[in-house]
């Protein structure tokens, strides 16, 4: 059974930093692309940064270019994204993705709120 569950968030000032975990059970994270994914308030859900299988990475938003890097420890089956320099803009409810055989799986997600 495939399951991704989220952590890591919370409240944080802003220029703090986080780093959010997704755990996967059910497959091998190393072999599927692996996304990150935020959704605020009011907002359409927002592709953030991308793992490949390869372990190429990509963020999406131009918005956290440079602030963001997405990473995974095979390991532990687990993909990270380390979140610094957090803006107010940045408050989110932050998903982990992964698709497999044509089906798009979903964490239910873990807050992020940046406010002082």
């Known amino acids: 059974q495939v399951q991704l569950v989220e952590s890591g968030g919370g409240l944080v000032q802003p220029g703090g930093s986080l780093r959010l975990s997704c755990a996967a059970s059910?497959?091998?994270?190393?072999?599927?692309?692996m996304n990150w994914y935020r959704q605020a308030p009011g907002h359409a859900r927002e592709l953030v940064a991308t793992?490949?299988?390869?372990?190429?990475?990509?963020n999406w938003a131009d918005s956290v270019k440079g602030r963001f890097t997405i990473s995974r420890d095979n390991g532990e089956n687990t993909v990270y994204l380390q979140m610094n320099s957090l803006k107010p803009e940045d408050t989110a409810v932050y998903y982990c993705?992964?698709?497999?055989?044509?089906?798009?799986?979903w964490g239910r997600g873990t807050q992020v709120t940046v406010s002082s």
């Open positions: 793992i490949s299988n390869t372990g190429g990475s990509t």
């Open positions: 993705s992964v698709r497999l055989a044509n089906t798009h799986y």
């Open positions: 059910g497959f091998t994270v190393s072999n599927y692309v």
